[in-house]
């Protein structure tokens, strides 16, 4: 029967033969190697199978912004500008319509399609939208920001408040649907769908 350090010792052979690549041995069995009490094994696996050095001079902020630049080449970032923004805020992007999504449950993939896909189905605190008489004949609509005995506060679709007295409002209804519409990632590709909700599950932001 064939003791450990034998068997070690005709892998790394074979490795030294080439009728083994180096990269098909796997990393935790070289490391185990290396540490092998048997002298020959370690001096023969510092031979064939050698530590990884990274080169002198390398510049790792470089290979980040490397990384970086193909994170930011794909489309999920650009989907969200074009689609979401207007009315979402994401990080330090986005408009104020809606609810900010910075601290949205986004890393729950079937709470956010649900949202997205159906977003009648559970319309969120702060996505409901109210249309609001007041007594002196004004017609106003927008998502209810605030609300308490002396104010009510509306948030319009360009994003400025409005601030109404009580006093003021003849009559206010919630329409019982979302603004958000349906049916808007319809026309993604498979890999458009995939950029964008990976992009809406990070928890840092990608660009400033």
């Not at 400025?160 to 349906?182: H, N």
Request: glycine share 8%; charged share 25%.
């Amino acid at each position: 029967m064939r003791t450990r350090a034998q068997w070690s010792l005709g892998l790394l052979l074979a490795v030294q033969s080439g009728q083994v690549a180096a990269n098909s041995v796997p990393a935790d069995m070289v490391g185990r190697m290396r540490g092998h009490k048997d002298t020959a094994v370690k001096e023969l696996v510092a031979k064939v199978l050698p530590p990884v050095v990274a080169e002198a001079g390398v510049d790792w902020k470089l290979e980040v912004a490397e990384v970086e630049k193909k994170m930011k080449q794909g489309t999920g970032e650009a989907i969200f500008m074009e689609r979401c923004a207007g009315c979402h805020k994401l990080f330090f992007k986005g408009g104020k319509v809606g609810p900010e999504l910075t601290n949205y449950q986004r890393n729950n993939l079937s709470t956010m399609l649900t949202s997205i896909i159906n977003p009648n189905a559970e319309i969120r605190e702060g996505c409901q939208y109210y249309l609001v008489e007041t007594k002196d004949g004004r017609s106003l609509s927008g998502f209810l920001v605030d609300r308490d005995t002396q104010v009510v506060v509306l948030r319009g679709l360009e994003g400025e408040d409005i601030t109404l007295r009580v006093s003021e409002v003849k009559d206010m209804q919630a329409m019982g649907r979302s603004l958000m519409p349906e049916g808007w990632i319809d026309d993604l590709t498979d890999a458009q769908l995939r950029d964008f909700f990976a992009y809406m599950r990070i928890s840092q932001p990608i660009t400033r």
